[in-house]
């Protein structure tokens, strides 16, 4: 499955301009011939500057033990929408990844959690949205993780947004 954008970057900028599912098995490939158990965690964070949002979504590759390291997409839409909606484009769009992944990570044995950037205290705006998220990530199958241990959504992509 292709997703719309594929243009792709690590935390340092380099550039990668194939689709995340190569980027994915290459990276199983090279890591498990490396020796290392591998977990891949999914997650997406917004910033909103006037009428545009920018969207950042990691994917990030844990070698168990050893560090990690993580893919980015970037993303802006130009448009007016409640903070809810915007935590549920968020998530639409880490579950856009996770299910384009999904298959290359079940051929190699490789666990996924997908993150959502939605804060479990009802103090917090982001809270709106927690139950939608949770019932979509965990509907389609996948492990789901909120903050505070969301650090693919809050940390990874809040980071390059």
Known sequence: ???????????????????????????IIREQA???????????????YGGIISYATAVVIIREGKGAFTFIRK???I?????????????????E???????????????????ADINTDPDFKSNVALK????YILGMGYVFKAK?????????ADMMV
């Open 97 to 115: 990844i996770a299910y384009a992944i999904c298959s290359v990570l079940d051929t190699y044995g490789v666990e996924m959690e997908v993150h």
């Open 75 to 77: 993303q802006k839409e």
């Open 132 to 135: 939608d998220a949770m019932g």
């Open 148 to 156: 505070p241990y969301a650090f693919a959504s809050s940390n990874c």
């Open 34 to 48: 490396n020796g290392y158990r591998l977990k891949v965690c999914v997650g997406s964070d917004s910033h909103v």
């Open 1 to 27: 499955m292709e997703t719309q954008q594929e243009i792709w970057q690590n935390m340092t900028g380099k550039f990668f301009h194939r689709p995340i599912i190569q980027l994915i098995e290459e990276a």
């Open 79 to 95: 448009q007016t929408i409640s903070i809810k909606e915007r935590m549920l484009n968020e998530v639409n769009k880490s579950v």
